[in-house]
């Protein structure tokens, strides 16, 4: 008898295991940093502060949401070339007058599905206006000319639902979406007129991201 309770109590063991191993594995991501050097830092904080009235000592973010982009470079290459760099190129006008800080993302996928990290996923990135302060972004290399593929579907739902069980994460929204949060305690721009009109990644890639996610119950878009 004794034998077979400790038995038992072995198989318990082995299930609890294997269940907190598949809790915290998640989709194999390969590191690809930019620069984040000092300067970027201070600019990042500098960032926070004028466009989120947010003083800190480090440019950390507490995630609640994530933003899915598409990158409208074709390559994995140019689209890290892009990021690479602590300042804004000279070409991007429409945002360089809220400051020099250049754009970046936590996360891009690849046309192949692979899930490369940038940068640490709780540090800021300059992708979303009047959120970054609690996003999370996926960059996809595509665009409306190159449409995003199956694989980049399945790496984002994976990549997703990985981030959800690390953190508070709320949302899930495409980058279209970003001004319906507008007037909720989420969107902290002080910048009136520091407004973008965004496409990306498309109505049918984030309907086809919310299927398969939708056991995660994240909340609904404000209208």
Same mark, same amino acid.
């Given at each position: 008898?004794?034998?077979?309770? #400790?038995?038992?109590?072995?198989?318990?063991?082995?299930?609890?295991?294997? %269940?907190?191993?598949?809790?915290?594995?998640?989709?194999?991501?390969?590191?690809?940093?930019?620069?984040?050097?000092?300067?970027?830092?201070?600019? /990042?904080?500098?960032?926070?502060?004028?466009?989120?009235?947010?003083?800190?000592?480090?440019?950390?973010?507490?995630?609640?949401?994530?933003?899915?982009?598409? #990158?409208?470079?074709?390559?994995?290459?140019? #689209?890290?070339?892009?990021?690479?760099? /602590?300042?804004?190129?000279?070409?991007?006008?429409?945002?360089?007058?809220?400051?020099?800080?250049?754009?970046?993302?936590?996360?891009?996928?690849?046309?192949?599905?692979?899930?490369?990290?940038?940068?640490?996923? #709780?540090?800021?990135?300059?992708?979303?206006?009047?959120?970054?302060?609690?996003?999370?972004?996926?960059?996809?290399?595509?665009?409306?000319?190159?449409? %995003?593929?199956?694989?980049? %579907?399945?790496?984002?739902?994976?990549?997703?639902?990985?981030?959800?069980?690390?953190?508070?994460?709320?949302?899930?929204?495409?980058?279209?979406?970003?001004?319906?949060?507008?007037?909720?305690?989420?969107?902290?721009?002080?910048?009136?007129?520091?407004? /973008?009109?965004? /496409?990306?990644?498309?109505?049918?890639?984030?309907?086809?991201?919310?299927?398969?996610?939708?056991?995660?119950?994240?909340?609904?878009?404000?209208?």
């Amino acid at each position: 008898m004794e034998m077979y309770k #400790t038995l038992g109590m072995f198989k318990n063991y082995i299930f609890i295991f294997v %269940l907190m191993l598949c809790v915290s594995c998640g989709p194999t991501i390969f590191q690809e940093h930019i620069v984040f050097d000092q300067e970027r830092e201070d600019l /990042t904080i500098e960032y926070m502060k004028e466009h989120y009235g947010i003083e800190q000592e480090t440019p950390t973010i507490v995630p609640k949401m994530v933003v899915v982009h598409w #990158t409208e470079i074709p390559t994995f290459q140019k #689209t890290i070339d892009a990021f690479y760099d /602590t300042h804004l190129p000279s070409s991007r006008k429409a945002i360089s007058g809220a400051g020099s800080l250049n754009v970046s993302s936590q996360f891009v996928i690849d046309r192949d599905g692979l899930i490369y990290s940038l940068m640490p996923e #709780t540090t800021m990135a300059r992708h979303v206006i009047g959120l970054n302060h609690c996003a999370i972004g996926i960059e996809n290399v595509g665009g409306p000319d190159m449409p %995003l593929t199956k694989a980049q %579907l399945n790496a984002n739902v994976k990549l997703i639902k990985y981030l959800k069980r690390k953190y508070p994460i709320e949302y899930v929204i495409g980058h279209y979406e970003y001004q319906r949060f507008e007037n909720t305690e989420l969107w902290l721009e002080k910048d009136k007129g520091y407004r /973008t009109v965004k /496409t990306d990644p498309n109505k049918e890639f984030m309907e086809a991201i919310r299927n398969r996610t939708a056991q995660l119950n994240f909340k609904p878009i404000p209208n």
